[in-house]
Nanobody, 116 residues
Framework: QVQLVESGGGLVQPGGSLRLSCATS????????MNWYRQAPGKEREWVARISVGGSTDYPNSVKGRFTMSRDNAKNTVYLQMNSLKADDTAVYYC??????????WGQGTQVTVSS
């Protein structure tokens, strides 16, 4: 059974930092690329980071230079380091992977609120 469990969200002031974690189980983690998405109230879910099996990363312009995704294959965990946070980064952040059959798996999400 595939499980993705996010943690690390919280309330942070503008300009601050947070590190999110996504612990996984139930699939061969080291063989799968992983993603982070976010969804703000009233908005569609938005992709924010991807890491390949080999560790290459990709980001949309909205977070490039501020967010860094990494993985630890020994711990079956991915991370999202978020720096220089803005109010627009406020959202529920979700961990995601897709199986070879095209099925998407999601965690329960972790709330990030950027506010003074």
């Amino acid at each position: 059974q595939v499980q993705l469990v996010e943690s690390g969200g919280g309330l942070v002031q503008p300009g601050g930092s947070l590190r999110l974690s996504c612990a996984t189980s139930g699939f061969p983690f080291s063989r799968y690329s992983m993603n982070w998405y976010r969804q703000a109230p009233g908005k569609e879910r938005e992709w924010v980071a991807r890491i390949s099996v080999g560790g290459s990363t990709d980001y949309p312009n909205s977070v490039k230079g501020r967010f860094t995704m990494s993985r630890d294959n020994a711990k079956n965990t991915v991370y999202l380091q978020m720096n220089s946070l803005k109010a627009d980064d406020t959202a529920v952040y979700y961990c995601n992977t897709r199986s070879v059959f095209g099925s998407d798996y999601w965690g329960q999400g972790t709330q990030v609120t950027v506010s003074s």
